[in-house]
């Protein structure tokens, strides 16, 4: 009927080089020997080995965030999925398009016990916007296709869930062509909804923005909106990359990693706009005076209560809104806000990076700000959780050009180095720098292996403290002494070398510089070791426990006495906007 006959894994590799899928990340196995084999076969997607399924999903999700496109994933059944889930939970929640296929035992054993049997249905349901077995081939080719759109459409992950007999078997359809993937529409408030929001700005004397990644796509807009209201402008640490560069009413970070007078512009405002931001630490919030946009409604006041929610898109809205604005003529509050930013990062820069050049062992404020120096102006960074985020967060300056990347909502540790693989193969020539922490590094080191078998150019900065950094804040400032969290010192330039990077091992803070520029400057994968101060964030004097404890998770506080780098700069650039 077909000709030479087609399986099911062709066909879904048909489909998937339909989408413009160029790369799947995976470890094969015998449950995905028949797609591993198709795409053999097919020579249109390249199949990227890596050594921890997790590893797979986190470099699908980093490629998806890159380009903005479907990205895609697999694991094999059982333990393959176990592993898998992980990277998927945090691409679902960072929401960028990721396509899981997760092979499952053969259907003939399905609820049997059999060897390596797991529920993947059940295992992804909370990880993914759509999970749904493929049962027979009869499903295809639009099971393929309604999986691919929910994780376009919904901007998340879906998981294609397909036992290894059904991947082997003939199909029952004909592959034919489809429209592609249709992302979510980008819808602005009815005329109702603009009258009352405009009302509501121009009947309110302090206006602050808060925004966060919700505005990517629509930055001019937001300081547009800032300029006719004369307001600050704040962000969350996802909103970093698009609303602090070249910003003239930048009032910093909110957050517990915040900075700035972000968190008095927020507090002080007689309405705060929350704009395209699910920004969850309530405690930094006025919980009052405040209305929020955001394109999810689910999303609208589930962290502080509202005076107006506005479910549409945050570009569309300014464009709707701005003619309708009459407030913002005066903007006492703005050089205010302006003025108190500047005097906090003065204060919190003299605290943390007073003399850090000569320290030892090296304080790692001074690594991240030689690194924001010697780094490229496009490069992509991505940080591990933990004490990177900090450090990326706080001296990593972005551009309009740089990307920033992390595990920004789910929080998992030992993100920073598969992000950085996935990133690099999206664009060889582009500089990647791994911000890794060294228990971040040590969860999933044998992806240093990936980088080096796919001679990867990937730059891998560890910020080796030998201790579990944040953690062990965490429990300085909760009143108990640091337990487990300290351990064995580890070399892993060393390690590195053994696995083919070039590496480089750095204790004292003349050799910082040098070793870093051959390390950025090198054509291959390379490592970069500093031992770094783990008591470098210790509380201030001037912030007592009780008062850290105020702030729910008492990092924020600490961190809020912690330097920003050249930001300070900017700030200081801002002051020159306040008439004299």
Excluded at 64 to 89: E, M, R
Excluded at 467 to 481: I, K, N, Q
Excluded at 539 to 555: D, I, N, Q, R, Y
Aim: overall charge negative.
């Amino acid at each position: 009927m077909f000709g030479k006959k087609q399986s099911v894994a062709d066909q879904l590799v048909e489909i998937l080089v339909q989408a413009g899928v160029q790369r799947i990340y995976g470890i094969v196995g015998d449950s995905l020997n028949a797609l591993s084999d198709a795409i053999r076969r097919n020579g249109e997607i390249q199949w990227v080995h890596v050594h921890n399924e997790e590893a797979a999903a986190f470099a699908a999700s980093a490629e998806a965030q890159l380009t903005g496109k479907l990205a895609v994933c697999a694991g094999s059944c059982g333990p393959g999925n176990t592993h898998l889930v992980q990277g998927v939970f945090d691409a679902h929640r960072s929401g960028v398009p990721v396509l899981a296929i997760a092979s499952h035992i053969a259907s003939t054993e399905i609820g049997t016990g059999f060897f390596q049997e797991t529920d993947p249905k059940r295992l992804f349901e909370q990880a993914a916007h759509w999970t749904e077995l493929l049962s027979s081939p009869a499903q295809m080719p639009r099971m393929a296709r309604v999986a691919i759109q929910h994780a376009v459409g919904l901007e998340g992950a879906a998981v294609l869930v397909v036992p290894g007999d059904v991947l082997q078997a003939d199909i029952e359809n004909e592959t034919g062509t489809s429209a592609p993937a249709v992302r979510r529409g980008l819808p602005a408030p009815s005329p109702e909804v603009l009258t009352e929001l405009a009302q509501r700005i121009n009947a309110a004397r302090k206006v602050t923005i808060f925004g966060g990644i919700g505005c990517a796509g629509a930055r001019d807009e937001v300081l547009a909106l800032a300029a006719a209201l004369n307001a600050p402008v704040g962000h969350s640490l996802r909103g970093k990359e698009i609303l602090q560069y070249d910003n003239p009413y930048d009032v910093g970070m909110s957050g517990l990693l915040g900075y700035g007078a972000c968190f008095d512009a927020s507090n002080e405002a007689d309405l705060l706009l929350l704009l395209g931001t699910d920004f969850p630490y309530r405690a930094f919030l006025p919980l009052k005076n405040t209305v929020q946009v955001d394109i999810d409604p689910s999303r609208l006041g589930r962290r502080t209560p509202l005076e107006m929610g506005v479910a549409a898109d945050v570009g569309a809205t300014i464009r709707a809104l701005l003619p309708l604005i009459t407030s913002g003529n005066d903007r006492s509050f703005l050089d205010r806000m302006l003025r108190k930013h500047s005097e906090k990062l003065d204060e919190v820069v003299g605290a943390y990076t007073h003399d850090i050049a000569d320290l030892t062992p090296l304080h790692p404020e001074f690594v991240a700000t030689v690194l924001d120096e010697e780094a490229a102006d496009d490069a992509v960074f991505t940080a591990d959780t933990g004490m990177c985020c900090t450090w990326i967060a706080r001296y990593i300056t972005p551009n309009g050009r740089r990307r920033l990347m992390g595990s920004w909502v789910h929080g998992t540790m030992a993100n920073a180095l598969p992000q950085a693989i996935g990133a690099q193969l999206t664009d060889r020539s582009r500089q990647v720098v791994s911000m890794s922490g060294d228990g971040g590094l040590a969860m999933l080191l044998g992806e240093l292996l990936t980088a080096r078998t796919h001679n990867l150019p990937v730059k891998v900065v560890v910020f080796n403290n030998s201790s579990l950094g944040m953690v062990r804040l965490e429990m300085m400032v909760d009143g108990t002494p640091p337990f487990e969290t300290d351990h064995d010192a580890v070399d892993f330039a060393a390690i590195a070398r053994a696995a083919g990077f070039h590496a480089v091992r750095v204790e004292k803070p003349d050799e910082l510089r040098g070793a870093l520029r051959s390390v950025l400057d090198h054509d291959g994968p390379a490592l970069l070791d500093v031992v770094t101060d783990p008591d470098a964030l210790s509380m201030p004097p001037h912030v007592t426990v009780e008062e850290a404890k105020g702030f729910a998770l008492s990092v924020g506080k600490t961190v809020l006495g912690g330097g920003v780098g050249s930001m300070l700069h900017v700030a200081r650039t801002n002051l020159r906007n306040i008439p004299l």
